[in-house]
């Protein structure tokens, strides 16, 4: 019973940091950025200084919490380690090194007014609106791996997929890393599209390959 009672809390608490660290990841794409490209420049400023470090705090220390009880969730309890959790850990694992690597290190120059400031925030709205990409075809995944009607095992299956799946994640990423903003991507209704679209490629790959 305390076992149980244990799983639960932690998948519990693997759920609630999610919503707080993907909902505070759309705010930023959906409300804060948008607003930015209309507000004053002094509106902006006080923003930038006075909301921003506050609401990156949660975002990044829920980011922390969301994979460290998942990495908790899939290592150390009966979990069935079949394609769909894979690749949605791959991906949760990414977004959540992108949060601490690559959004909060540029976001620090940025609050700071970093003679570099401008780069910085191009590097951080790259890297959040590739975690916006990936974070709907996460979701689906994480949800298909633990209702998916008994998907099997990794070792019983097809790793075609799976190959392709890693393949297209990390072109993704390398361009997080390395390259420039997508205009696929590059506005709200953008990035919703290719997230849907990117969440039909991951669906065809664990249901057909």
């Known amino acids: 019973m305390e076992a149980y009672l244990g799983t639960v809390l932690i998948r519990f608490a693997h759920i609630l940091f999610g919503v707080l660290w993907i909902g505070l990841l759309y705010y930023f794409n959906f409300v804060q950025t948008e607003y930015f490209k209309e507000s004053e420049p002094s509106a902006k400023s006080d923003v930038v200084q006075k909301l921003v470090p506050n609401a990156l705090w949660y975002f990044r220390w829920a980011a922390a919490f969301t994979f460290l009880t998942g990495l908790y969730l899939l290592y150390y309890l009966s979990i069935t380690v079949n394609i769909a959790i894979v690749l949605g850990a791959i991906m949760g694992t990414i977004m959540a090194a992108n949060v601490w690597f690559i959004i909060w290190p540029n976001q620090k120059k940025v609050i700071a007014g970093a003679a570099d400031a401008a780069d910085a925030g191009a590097k951080a709205g790259l890297a959040s609106r590739t975690n916006t990409l990936l974070s709907i075809p996460m979701l689906y995944l994480m949800v298909y791996s633990a209702h998916g009607m008994g998907l099997p ?35 709200v209704k953008g990035v919703i599209h290719s997230a849907v679209a990117l969440t039909v490629v991951f669906g065809v790959l664990v249901h057909y390959l």
């Open 153 to 187: 095992m990794i070792a019983e299956t097809s790793m075609t997929g799976l190959w392709i799946g890693l393949a297209v994640i990390l072109a993704i990423e390398m361009n997080a890393l390395f390259g420039t903003m997508n205009k696929m991507i590059a506005s």
